[in-house]
């Protein structure tokens, strides 16, 4: 599988901004996909997730501000991000968990929340 992640960007706090995770090969094989990010000096941490059956999961620091979609048709996965925060800011990272237990990641795209 291959992931090209993009939509990140500059925005000032109480901004939106809208990632989008493009997958291609081998995508029928994909259980999940996810939008991770990692800020310096701390680990990546998950921040939204969808499964092939339409569950989302989200970290609690992002529920009702940021919204996961899919689009089947596309081999996209969205990442709305609304109400933004500086401590949003990192670089976001989409990854894909498979069926057979491997996971995949696509390169990050930086999102930046000036206060």
């Known amino acids: 599988v291959q992931l090209q992640a993009s939509g990140g960007g500059f925005v000032q706090a109480g901004g939106s901004l809208r990632l989008s995770c493009v997958a291609s090969d081998n995508t029928f094989n994909i259980y999940a996909i996810g939008w991770y990010r990692q800020i310096p000096g701390k680990q990546r941490e998950l921040v939204a997730r969808i499964s092939s059956g339409g569950i989302e999961t989200y970290a609690d620091s992002v529920k009702r501000r940021f919204t996961i979609s899919r689009d089947n048709a596309k081999h996209t996965v969205y990442l709305q991000m609304n109400s933004l925060k500086p401590e949003d800011t990192g670089v976001y990272y989409c990854?894909?968990?498979?069926?057979?237990?491997?996971?995949?990641w696509g390169q990050g795209t930086q999102v930046t929340v000036s206060s």
């Open positions: 990854n894909a968990a498979m069926y057979d237990s491997e996971t995949y």
